[in-house]
């Protein structure tokens, strides 16, 4: 890829900065199968004490981190409501199945899980059907765009799981950006589940790696489970360090992204054949209406140097990120409007 692509197919597509590579270099490291590794344990406890959570755990992937969750909190053999455009249902490789046991309920309706479709989708208790155990909910929703879920809506959606006796799993791979959008504190949000992932290989700019912070009760098996998946990892205090990086450096700078996807968004909506979802966040969804096909939309632009994702057959996806500058921006505006034009 030349330095001029402008890449928008994600926010993982970040590369460490120098500064980040240096304090990975720089980090006191251990051997954390073994006895520990220091850096590691100071990010759990960064991450704990920012999610009010009693503690965290480091993981290699927040696929992992996700999944180690549903086996935490739930039963095998029973289901697990999740939105139907959700990470776990959509890109985990049927994990929930194969890893944990666990059947899939998916829930339809609103762009993200909403307490009023989750409670019609409990159903009746019956000896033919399986009992449910735990319900997923993701903050910000990737698949409706960076979408955002209000402190109020996540609040009455643990209400209506509790009526239920389920815990929650909150996927917050991007609840980073969630908190900058609304200035709700991330133990607000965290609060209203037993278990929180939260990844910063996305917008804070690390090259891997995610924690699971939780209640003391479903975490005392945190560690296990995390081994059982394979995810124990060694000096991993390299990693840990580009994430501590991140929180202190990336997490008060992803306003950045948000604005410049507002100003994305706006050239887009003006673009004949282009609806374009407002963006809440960091990540632009645009509808193409005017028979123009997402991979048409992706192959040209990627002939005038601009990477975005087909979400599906007619929408794409653009996600600002750390390595877009105003420039870039400036850039792809163009070539965008240019190629979706119906
Ligand atoms: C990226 C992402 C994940 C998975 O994180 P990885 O570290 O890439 O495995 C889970 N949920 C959501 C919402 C994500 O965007």
Redo the contacts with the bound molecule.
Sequence with gaps: MSDTTVDLR?D?VTRPSVAMRRAMAEAEVGDDVLDGDPTVRALEARVADLLGKSSALF????????QAALWLLGEPGTEVYAHED???VN??IAGTAGLVGLQMRVVRGAPVLEADALRAAFRPASIHAPRASLVCA?N???GAGGMVTPLAHLQAIQATAAEQGLPVHL????LWNAHLATGTPLADFAACASTV?V?F??GLGAP???CLAGDAAPMRRAWEVRKRFGGGMRQSGILAAAALYGIEQNLPRLGEDHARARRLAAVLAAVPGVQVVSPDTNIVMCDLIGGVTASEVVARARSAGVLVTAWHQTRVRCVLHLDIDEAALARASTVLAEVMAA
Excluded at 59 to 66: C, I, L, Q, W, Y
Aim: aromatic residues 6%; proline residues 3%.
């Design positions: 994600s993982t993981f290699p992937s927040g696929t992992m981190a996700n959700s990470h776990i890109w985990e993701e910000t929703h990737n996927d917050g791979a991007r992932m990844s290989s996305k891997v790696g995610a």
